[in-house]
């Protein structure tokens, strides 16, 4: 779309999942509510409609997208599964995880989805608006999140809107997400090892996070500078000054708190709401209290520390 048209909201019931469907299987745009956050959904098998994706995002072509399932029958046909694969999706889907694994020859992807590599990112999304439209839609959905390139990702409606309203056909208003940071993805190489490529809410004890710096891009939220609010950001702050915005946690106050009880799970669900609050605000710099670097305590450091890099 070029942007001179109002995006449809459509509800999480029938008709609007049929109407959803309708859009999709024609090669739109519909953002769709998950456990994480919303993402920006296309069918995955039309090189146009990726295409769009990529064209509405704003997003550099070298950066792959994640592909949505709902059942394993359905990512078996898209990725080879060692029994590695099979156990570890077997234990956490469905769910805020995606494995990429290695890509099979004859699936049925459109190019752009793999950006040039050969692995898939797949998940099976535990939420049960995006697994009906998928199961309606009868195909898989590439979806990276509902927001321009580079910004803070969305975890509402209204999030969406912001960045995309008449850049994409639709957007499915199933209230706010639960996780609020996306997936964790890990690799499974065919030798039987397992990487972590971006940190998330389900954690993998003893495996660190890959370094990005000086590696290639094997899969969403791996550049150095992302979900940015577009002003400065000092990270790890216990005293404010005058003309930032707070982003409080626990004990530590602020204009906006992350958790008053210091609970990490609350922390991730309004990690972004409180991002947009402090990109809308009239101070120009954004200061962030300390979060332990436990649990999912790393993904909201690592997606508070990519928001502080300049682009």
């Known amino acids: 779309m070029s942007g001179k048209y109002v995006t449809e909201t459509l509800g999480t019931g029938e008709s609007g999942l049929a109407r959803a469907a309708e859009i999709l299987a024609a090669g739109g745009l519909v953002a769709v509510p998950t456990e994480t956050v919303y993402g920006l959904a296309a069918r995955a098998d039309d090189d146009g409609a990726v295409g769009r994706i990529y064209a509405a995002k704003g997003r550099p072509s070298y ?13 078996r046909q898209l990725a080879e599964f060692s029994p590695t694969a099979e156990g570890i999706a077997a234990e956490h889907w469905p769910g805020p995880l995606t494995l990429v694994l290695p890509a099979k020859n004859n699936a049925k992807l459109a190019s752009a989805v793999t950006a040039g590599l050969d692995t898939t990112a797949i ?13 309606m839609s009868g195909f ?6 509902a927001n321009r390139s580079g910004f803070i990702s969305p975890t509402s409606a209204t999030h969406v809107l912001a960045t995309l309203n008449g850049r ?23 030798d039987g090892t397992i990487d972590q490529l971006r940190p998330g809410p389900i954690s ?6 890959v370094p990005t710096m000086g590696h290639k891009i094997e899969a969403p939220g791996q550049l150095a500078s992302h979900y940015a609010p577009g ?8 005293r404010v000054v005058e003309d930032e915005f707070f982003i409080g946690f626990g ?13 990490l799970e609350e922390a991730a669900a309004r990690l972004y709401a409180c991002l947009h609050l402090a990109a809308e605000s009239d ?16 993904a909201i450091n690592d997606r508070l520390r990519r928001a502080a890099t300049p682009a």
């Open 251 to 263: 004990e530590v106050e602020g204009d906006c708190s992350l958790s008053i009880e210091g609970d």
């Open 204 to 209: 993998f004890d003893g495996i660190g996070p």
């Open 231 to 238: 002003k400065p950001m000092r990270l790890d702050v216990i």
């Open 283 to 298: 101070l120009p710099r954004i200061a962030v209290a300390p979060i332990p670097h436990i649990g999912v305590g790393q």
């Open 123 to 135: 998940r099976m999304p535990a939420h049960p608006v995006i697994r009906a439209l998928i199961e």
């Open 63 to 75: 950066n792959p997208l994640i592909v949505h399932v709902s059942s394993i029958e359905m990512a």
């Open 140 to 145: 898989p959905l590439a979806a990276p999140s």
């Open 168 to 190: 994409i056909d639709a957007v499915i208003d199933g209230g706010a997400c639960k996780s609020g940071v996306e997936s964790t993805i890990i690799a499974v190489r065919p």
